[in-house]
């Protein structure tokens, strides 16, 4: 079996991991054995980081047989990899965090795991005082160098409120989503169904557009 990370990047995530991880991590990963595009792939690239640390623990449901499972944590499409920490965040990934994702990918989990995201304090009040639930959904590809910030901009929301559900939605694997919200550049924001903007925007203006939805 191949392995998906190289040896030199399991040596550089491992020494992040070591160095930064504080508390415990959760990663449930829903997949199922058939017709799937990614979802082997996504399964080991997580098996291979759980390994790395003993404080990141990896449950992995089938989506089919386990489907309440799914339902209560608002799973509707795989694969997907819900990350979560002392507190239920609803950091999201539908499709495989590979390319420029995995760097969110890790940075999530060390956020994660501090319980805390790195956005400035005045942001973090901001942030904060959201009081409604919002859906913040950002298509990406895995070759767009510009979408990590957008996913990390609103997993870190997400991270500072329970309220935000952040979704990083891989636009080529799911294409009649990115066809439901014509997806032409990507990164592509869409929150609650009814603000959307294309590309990676300032920290701040990301969160203006979230607190005007």
């Not at 870190?156 to 979704?167: S, T």
């Amino acid at each position: 079996m191949m392995a998906i990370l190289k040896d030199d990047i399991k040596g550089k995530v491992s020494r992040i991991f070591s160095q930064n991880l504080e508390g415990e991590v959760r990663i449930r990963y829903f997949t199922q054995d058939f017709e799937c595009e990614f979802c082997k792939e996504t399964r080991m690239l997580l098996e291979e980081l759980a390994a790395l640390s003993n404080k990141i623990n990896l449950e992995v449901y089938d989506f089919v047989s386990e489907a309440n499972t799914a339902k209560a944590l608002g799973v509707d499409k795989i694969p997907a990899t819900i990350i979560t920490g002392k507190d239920e965040y609803k950091v999201r990934y539908f499709g495989i965090p590979s390319g420029y994702e995995f760097t969110s990918l890790i940075e999530d989990i060390v956020d994660v795991s501090r319980g805390r995201s790195r956005l400035p304090p005045e942001l973090v009040s901001k942030v904060k005082s959201i009081s409604k639930p919002v859906h913040i959904q950002v298509f990406v590809t895995p070759t767009c160098p510009y979408c990590p910030k957008a996913v990390r901009t609103a997993h870190q929301l997400a991270i500072e409120n329970l309220n935000i559900v952040a979704d990083m939605v891989e636009s080529v694997e799911f294409p009649h989503l990115a066809n439901r919200y014509s997806v032409m550049a990507v990164p592509k924001t869409v929150i609650n169904d009814k603000l959307e903007f294309v590309g990676a925007l300032p920290e701040e203006q990301f969160i203006d557009f979230v607190v005007r939805a």
